[in-house]
């Protein structure tokens, strides 16, 4: 079924959205860093968001490094944004929840390029260790279980045929598996500000799960089935408030 082209021009909106609010926590925290972080207590419970963007990989078979991609498939940017709650037990040592909303997306090249988006639900359980290091920025590292739910996604084709430039976009959700299951690992600091605190955050996600279930009615993933799995470099910034 084709996909109307408002939905890819929706999509431009949110990255734009998305990206407009990540500049504005930025430059709005920037000149509210606390240059003290002597004597400071950090609340038990914080709630808040990231919002960001992901470089999405797709994955062949027994193939484990993220720059290594698939011959004749390319990388592509997709945003995404997440609530979370955290409970630190101790000054060092926390728990966190995510929940939120990501898209990944891949490039195929023949005589045809098609791009897919998958739009995906997704939760995360971390477990965030604060790196015993004296500094106001209190970097952390954290890992723990992902789990995506896609809910929908489409691909858009352009090619030329006999001088004419196709552009086409259909629905291909069937196309992929529903559920990802994978795993996260990242870095990240934090900001004591006068009114919340700042998160900056790079991760990286490497999916288990195989994605492409079978090849599509309209558009072919054939080499991709049962075959290709999702992985993705990440970057967010957010605010954090203690409860």
């Keep these: 079924m084709k996909v109307p082209f408002n939905i890819e021009f929706s999509l431009k909106r949110s990255i734009r959205a998305i990206a407009t609010a990540v500049c504005a926590v930025v430059l709005t925290s920037g000149a509210a860093f606390a240059q003290d972080g002597a004597g400071e207590t950090e609340s038990k419970l914080m709630v808040g968001f990231k919002a960001g963007f992901n470089l999405a990989d797709i994955r062949i078979g027994a193939d484990t490094e993220y720059w290594q991609g698939q011959e004749g498939a390319g990388k592509n940017f997709g945003p995404q944004i997440h609530a979370f709650g955290r409970y630190n037990f101790t000054k060092w040592v926390g728990a966190e929840l995510e929940l939120g909303w990501t898209q990944n997306a891949f490039t195929t090249f023949t005589d045809k390029t098609t791009t897919y988006r998958t739009n995906n639900f997704q939760a995360n359980a971390l477990l965030n260790v604060r790196i015993p290091v004296l500094s106001v920025y209190h970097p952390r590292i954290y ?101």
């Excluded at 069937?174 to 990242?186: E, L, R």
């Excluded at 996600?205 to 999702?230: C, E, N």
């Design 143 to 243: 890992i723990g279980p992902s789990y995506n739910y896609n809910a929908y996604t489409y691909s858009r084709t352009t090619s030329n045929v006999y001088g004419y430039n196709v552009d086409q976009t259909y629905d291909v959700t069937n196309s992929f598996a529903p559920h990802d299951i994978g795993a996260i690992v990242g870095l990240g600091l934090q900001f004591d500000v006068k009114f919340a605190t700042l998160l900056v955050d790079a991760r990286y996600r490497h999916g288990f799960s195989k994605s492409v279930r079978r090849a599509g009615d309209i558009t072919s993933v054939t080499p991709l089935v049962r075959q290709a799995s999702f992985s993705d470099v990440a970057f967010m910034v957010g605010l954090g408030f203690g409860l």
